[in-house]
């Protein structure tokens, strides 16, 4: 349901523009960094690794990859895909993603991982790729993991 709203939204017409960067951002609109912040709660909690994707800065992260990673095709996909998250709960909840709470937005995301709908489940791929790329980068996240760089970047 959440992908068909993305798909319906891109097919909207007006409603389907995709709004100019939040200030101070590269690629992803208000709206857009709300659902990312929401969707970061949910994927990483502060334990076990000590520090939240929020304390990691995983959205401003996020912003920054898409920006810097997405070609001119993949990014506004990956927006989209932001935006059926956020309205297709909408239809299945009343409310949208951002406005549910935490146990239901994991299970929206648990949903989405859901392997018999597989445009549905590409999608989650992709968000949790990128949000797993941005907490994982952080140096306090791989300390905890006991991650070493043992080549270029010393011990």
Do not use: N
Request: a neutral charge; glycine letters at 10%.
């Amino acid at each position: 349901m959440s992908l068909g709203a993305a798909v319906a939204s891109a097919a909207g017409g007006g409603a389907a523009v995709l709004k100019p960067p939040a200030p101070g951002r590269a690629a992803l609109s208000p709206e857009e960094m709300s659902t990312v912040r929401a969707i970061t709660e949910v994927l990483f909690p502060r334990e076990p690794m000590g520090i939240s994707g929020i304390e990691a800065g995983v959205p401003a992260e996020v912003d920054r990859l898409v920006a810097e990673w997405l070609d001119d095709v993949r990014r506004p996909a990956f927006r989209y895909v932001l935006r059926g998250l956020e309205w297709g709960t909408y239809a299945s909840r009343g409310r949208r993603f951002t406005a549910l709470d935490l146990a239901e937005r994991h299970e929206v995301l648990e949903a989405w991982m859901d392997p018999s709908v597989l445009p549905r489940r590409l999608a989650a791929d992709s968000v949790r790729v990128i949000f797993a790329m941005a907490y994982f980068k952080h140096p306090e996240v791989q300390r905890a993991m006991g991650y070493a760089r043992l080549c270029g970047g010393g011990a």
